[in-house]
């Protein structure tokens, strides 16, 4: 199996998984309790948010969450005010937006460019606004410093989903709350984050025990803290290698796809992990079904099973059978370039077979 879907999951990585396993195995403390144990546990949790802070800005405090769904829903319904996002935006900050607006809430939705960037000069007066920094799709990198200075101007914060780009691509100083998963960097899955700038203040989402001192209620995982600790830290410690191996990948993708393909979205700015490509008249469908030892997508995970095609596609001004003719390939850490050539040659032969 060649696995070319890294925006959707990442590979955990060994590492990862050797923290976890002994708080799986014996180490089963309650990290709230106040025994001995529970403070062993504790101080697991402690140690896994300060490497997982190491990767974001000063001057914030990380609230463990279940994932990002969870951290996105939190920033938006803990926030007063008109929200403004984009076209392109992840289902859960779109969903949770429009959520909002049921609930009476003014939320404007920004149109974005072929290249799927937004012009920061069309924020106007709003008490959020929420930007993904790189795109789950098409992997186009948002100007979120430009966002945030537009953003503070209406008087409105700035809420950065940094779940593609966190460890990969540097995070604004200036941001005010931004939403990472671990799954996402080769960590465990059922664990995400919330960064809260100083001095920024949340209703809470969930109520209970309050354990998270930011507001956040229900008891921390150990496990599940220690294996995302370890993944930023190895996001850390490998920037440079990871970033240099998948600017090989990019480009070794490009030049074998071959003539026929058209890539969605800008390609400068973008996180090189993430190719999104179109082929004019592509059943992607019979494709998928031709290839089934890749593991590849035709937009995002969480919106496979609507039967509708990409919102982020049409956003950027694509056709329905534009749309419905396009394939997202991912990769990263550990894709080998062997494994890319093959699945990439697999994929244009058969593309190019569905035409006699």
């Given at each position: 199996m060649s696995y070319l879907?890294?925006?959707?999951?990442?590979?955990?990585?060994?590492?990862?998984?050797?923290?976890?396993?002994?708080?799986?195995?014996?180490?089963?403390?309650?990290?709230?309790?106040?025994?001995?144990?529970?403070?062993?546990?504790?101080?697991?949790?402690?140690?896994?948010r300060d490497q997982v802070a190491a990767?974001?800005?000063?001057?914030?405090?990380?609230?463990?969450?279940?994932?990002?769904?969870?951290a996105?829903?939190?920033?938006?319904?803990?926030?007063?005010?008109?929200?403004?996002?984009?076209?392109?935006?992840?289902?859960?900050?779109?969903?949770?937006?429009?959520?909002?607006?049921?609930?009476?809430?003014?939320?404007?939705?920004?149109?974005?460019?072929?290249?799927?960037?937004?012009?920061?000069?069309?924020?106007a007066r709003t008490g959020l606004v929420a930007a993904m920094l790189v795109n789950n799709e098409i992997g186009v990198i948002q100007p979120i410093a430009a966002l945030a200075g537009a953003a503070h101007a209406a008087g409105a914060l700035l809420l950065c989903d940094a779940v593609q780009g966190y460890g990969r691509v540097a995070i604004p100083d200036t941001v005010d709350l931004i939403a990472i998963s671990a799954h996402k960097i080769h960590g465990p899955k059922g664990i995400g984050a919330l960064w809260i700038r100083d001095g920024v203040t949340l209703a809470p989402l969930l109520h209970g025990g309050g354990q998270e001192a930011?507001?956040?209620?229900?008891?921390?995982?150990?496990?599940l803290c220690a294996g995302f600790g370890v993944a930023a830290q190895l996001m850390a410690d490998r920037r440079d290698q990871d970033a240099a191996h998948v600017d090989r990948l990019w480009a070794l993708a490009r030049d074998r796809l071959g003539p026929g393909w058209t890539i969605n979205g800008a390609t400068d700015p973008r996180y090189h992990g993430n190719l999104n490509v179109r082929r004019e008249g592509l059943d992607v469908n019979r494709l998928m079904s031709d290839l089934r030892?890749?593991?590849?997508?035709?937009?995002?995970?969480?919106?496979?099973?609507?039967?509708?095609?990409?919102?982020?596609?049409?956003a950027i001004g694509l056709t329905e059978t534009q749309a419905r003719s396009s394939v997202r390939l991912g990769f990263g850490r550990y894709t080998t370039e062997t494994d890319l050539a093959a699945a990439i040659d697999a994929i244009a032969a058969a593309a190019e077979g569905q035409w006699p």
């Open positions: 879907d890294y925006q959707a999951t990442t590979p955990l990585a060994p590492e990862a998984l050797a923290a976890m396993l002994p708080w799986l195995e014996s180490q089963h403390a309650n990290p709230h309790s106040p025994h001995r144990e529970g403070r062993r546990a504790k101080a697991a949790v402690e140690f896994a990767l974001l800005p000063p001057g914030g405090r990380i609230a463990f969450t279940s994932g990002a769904t969870e996105l829903n939190w920033a938006i319904k803990g926030t007063a005010g008109p929200i403004t996002t984009l076209a392109t935006e992840h289902a859960a900050v779109l969903d949770t937006a429009a959520a909002e607006a049921a609930q009476g809430r003014d939320v404007t939705v920004l149109p974005v460019g072929a290249d799927g960037i937004v012009d920061p000069d069309t924020v930011p507001g956040r209620s229900g008891t921390l995982s150990p496990a030892d890749i593991a590849f997508s035709a937009g995002s995970a969480c919106a496979s099973g609507s039967g509708r095609s990409s919102h982020v596609l049409r």
